[in-house]
């Protein structure tokens, strides 16, 4: 893909995100933080195509790092969001 | 091989991500509403599932062991932390997740830099820029996070910890990171400058933090949280990869509104922030000039039951101070009790009550309240003056009514619960101390309020056996 068909889904998706997200409710603003907080362990797809093409010890060995710090962020980070969001109960 | 070649597709793998980017942003938005926000996590999370099983097919995807292997290790780590932590521990555990999110990038823009060199030399602008960008931002972003998770942890001191020439050193260190940069762009091929910026990004962070008092500290967070998310994108444009274009923009977006909307919230400009040095007992000019001893009203548990019993309408606004002392499950007995006897009990929310704004609303769900319960400010503040009894738990700066009346208060200006204008106010208090931002509070004075010394937890227990045995 060439870099102004990126930058333009770069901008899209900001404003996306800008509209999407300036209408939660303060209620829910640490359960959206957490949640977005996991959406960025995203990164952890960088670490799997990097990884195909990485040679030596030390590149692996960063890499195995960076991907289980993602997996920490994605799976974490929506874990401790459910918990959270498990607890918001309406009056019965 | 049909299969195989129809599954490894580009263009197959671009419409997994499509769906991916459907599933984020139709999670983001059942997000908005307490009832669907469960949902919304989950089909989010759905939506990540697809990302990287679509990821995996790509054909030049391979060492499935040493996938498995991270892949392993971070689950290990993630699920027993995110199973075990406290709610009350939220803040630091989302830095900690932040944190290591940009740990990810800025390792994998090293490495990707690595490989570059090694197959011929610098790659072409468009992809050395956005490695470079994600490096600095994504190596801010961890050692940020880690300071962040130690001063909220308290295993650093939540106080602001300033070096003389500090914006100075500051600017010096981005200085390095861009100069850098800019070496490598213009045609040097060198790893040694690129772990330059690493080291210089990573104390950046490091010294960015370290001011910054605890108060501050959410809006930190939540800065680095766009900022991982940023640097995510500027990954994804380096490896020509879609998925982590959109993903990270959305979270770069959101968190930046996040973060406007807590310093709003706070009435502190960004730039203030990050000067640091508020919100941890520093200095608070023109707060504690007079220095006289002002006469308070205090009143014990029997009292405080009969007015809470006896009236209408009781409105709740607590404080991080609740939280610390446990009191959240009292309260809500507490308010069933009232409620059993025909009171009115609601629980007025200031936008960053507790540690990070939502964070009170996390911790009462946690003790059974219901949300419909939990008012925002702007809609419980014109209700005040229908109040018989504003109930102030462990809630000090938000209540403070010099934000409103003072001009001269370092305070003035930020947006507070209006709980001066009930018919009477009780204030729970462990001892006459001031906040967290260190000001004094003519609250405590005021000809409506009483105060009721001790362990928020203690005193909530004792007010709610005294209603009972009315």
Known sequence: MDLITELTILVLAAFVGFEVISKVPNTLHTPLMSATNAIHGIV???????IGEATGFLDDFLLVIAIAFGTINVVGGFLVTDRMLEMFKRRD | MYTASFLQDPDFIRVLYIFAFICFILGLRLLNHPRTARRGNRVAAVGMAIAVIATLLIESVGDYGLIALGVAIGTAVGVPAARSVKMTAMPQMVALFNGVGGGAVALISWVEYREALEHGGNPALETLIPILFAAIIGSVSFWGSNIAFGKLQEILPGRPIQLPGQQFINIALLAICIGCSVVIASGTESEGLFIVILVAAAILGNMFVLPIGGADMPVVISLLNAFTGLSAAAAGLALDNVALIVAGMLVGASGSILTMLMAEAMNRSILNIFKGGFGGGGTAPGATGDGEEKPVRSTDAAD???????????????????????????????ANALEKRGVEVVYAIHPVAGRMPGHMNVLLAEADVPYDSLKEMDEINPEFPQTDVALVIGANDVTNPAARDVADSPIYGMPILDVDKAAAVIVLKRSMNTGFAGIDNPLFYAENTSLLFGDAKESVQKVLKAVEDL
């Open chain 2, 304 to 334: 405080v039951a009969i007015q809470l019993a006896y009236a209408s309408k009781v409105v709740v606004a607590p404080g991080y101070g609740l939280a610390v002392a446990q009191a959240q499950h009292a309260v809500r007995d507490l």
């Open chain 1, 44 to 50: 952890l797809l960088g670490g799997l195509i990097v």
